[in-house]
């Protein structure tokens, strides 16, 4: 089984902020995905990487895939309220691809 | 565009008593997987359906089942409860139609909280 791990696994901090996640493995993936989830809700995909050294930005988020593809971060400029959720990283395994081992999570809060 | 629709929202069972939940996948998707996340963790992966047959599971005993109906939608059953089942339970549907081979993830239900007490 391949594992992830998340860092910090609670995180809090002011609006305004920046803030580094980051996802390690000992394996490598063929591509990690990372994940937002709010209370009540399930994990809504943000985004998928898939090239070592793959750079990848939404809006204040920046998303990095590791050059042997074991690790990832995200990274987010001037945090808002609104950031605050659970902040999950995925890989795929098995032979499909698409069975999703995750990580534990980083729960961020951003207060204002 | 409906995404996943579980049901129901919230469940309150009895140790040892059985349970289904059910799931409707996002239009165009044709697989769904189930996973379970515990408080405080991430979601760990049950099964998937896909063509009406269990495709992939996970390390879950056989008290859990599923089923997947010509419509897509699936159903995931729990038999004999234990206290350790109380979790979140998610659908999540994708479609095999995959660019370059490559899975570029789920669309995820709000999920089914279940409790057992």
């Known amino acids: 089984t391949q594992l992830l791990e998340q860092s910090p696994q609670f995180l809090s901090i002011q609006e305004g902020e920046n803030l580094t996640v980051y996802c390690n493995s000992s394996?490598?993936?063929?591509?990690l995905q990372w994940y937002r989830q709010e209370p009540g809700e399930g994990p809504v995909l943000l985004v998928t990487v898939v090239t070592g050294g793959e750079v990848k930005k939404l809006k204040r988020l920046t998303f990095q895939f590791g050059d042997a593809r074991k690790d990832s971060s995200l990274h987010i400029t001037a945090a808002q309220p609104g950031d605050t959720g659970l902040y999950l990283c995925?890989?795929?395994?098995?032979?499909?691809?698409?069975?999703?081992?995750f990580g534990e999570g980083t729960q961020l809060t951003v207060n204002p | 565009d409906a995404g996943v629709t579980q049901s129901p929202t919230h469940l309150i069972k009895t140790r040892g008593q059985q349970v289904t939940l059910r799931c409707s996948p996002k239009?165009?998707?044709?697989?769904v997987s189930w996973y379970q996340q515990a408080l405080g963790q991430g979601p760990q992966f049950i099964f998937q359906y896909y063509e009406e047959e269990e495709r992939q599971r996970g390390n879950f005993p056989d008290r859990f089942s599923g089923h997947q109906f010509p419509n897509y939608s699936s159903e995931l059953n729990v038999n004999a409860l234990l206290l350790g089942d109380s979790a979140l339970y998610l659908c999540?549907?994708?479609?095999?139609?995959?660019?370059?081979?490559?899975?570029?993830?789920?669309?995820f239900g709000s999920g089914t909280r279940l409790t057992v007490v």
């Open positions: 394996s490598v993936f063929s591509s």
């Open positions: 999540a549907s994708s479609s095999t139609v995959q660019l370059s081979g490559l899975f570029y993830g789920y669309t």
């Open positions: 239009s165009g998707h044709d697989t």
């Open positions: 995925a890989g795929p395994e098995g032979t499909s691809g698409s069975r999703l081992t």
